[in-house]
């Protein structure tokens, strides 16, 4: 593996940190009056987001993290397990729910996600940013009801539950943006 010292740090290096797959957020080279210079550095430890606060000797050496990128289209689900399949291989991984993020919950068969691993271990399942969902559940619009910003609960077609516009009707195909929990964009 390739090293990187606290030196040659730039915002969105990843490296390894005492055991952690950790980015850097944010960095600072300072050279003060009297004393050694040093690297300032915020970081985020990517598997479990905390986010900290470190100075660093510009000499100080790390092992640089590379992770793998690759699309995978999700196949199936058996019970806790989500199976994913390499198009080029044909090869099939099973995956734990507990890998998948909350934005999971949109993403139906045979939909291609971008899987991130490093050290062959998958760190994040990432779905596409935008979804065409079929509505199978959401309670009647009132006629008249014409407020602006009004939202409705609803239910697509798998399963996870969203807040639609009231002229959103069962059985309308709308698109939603995955990257912040599920919001309503416009009818597909």
């Avoid at 055991?19 to 957020?25: D, E």
């Avoid at 985020?44 to 992770?67: C, D, L, M, Y």
Wanted: charged share 25%.
């Amino acid at each position: 593996m390739p090293q990187i010292t606290a030196g040659e740090f730039r915002n969105g290096v990843t490296f390894d940190y005492d055991g952690a797959l950790v980015q850097v957020v944010e960095f600072q080279h300072v050279k003060p009056g009297k004393g050694a210079a040093f690297v300032r550095t915020k970081m985020k430890n990517i598997i479990t987001g905390a986010v900290t606060e470190t100075s660093f000797n510009p000499t100080a050496k790390f092992e640089q993290a590379f992770i793998e990128r690759k699309e995978m289209q999700y196949v199936y689900n058996d019970g806790d397990l989500y199976y994913f399949m390499d198009m080029e291989t044909f090869d099939q991984e099973p995956l734990p729910k507990s890998a998948l993020g909350d934005n999971f919950r949109f993403v139906k068969e045979e939909t291609m996600c971008k899987i991130s691993t490093w050290n062959g271990k998958v760190i994040a399942v990432e779905p596409p940013t935008f979804l065409t969902l079929q509505v199978i559940e959401c309670e009647p619009g009132v006629k008249g009801n014409t407020a602006t910003n009004v939202t409705k609960r609803a239910v697509v077609e798998t399963g996870a539950e969203i807040k639609v516009p009231l002229f959103i009707e069962e059985g309308d195909m709308i698109r939603i943006d995955t990257r912040d929990g599920g919001s309503y964009l416009e009818r597909a």
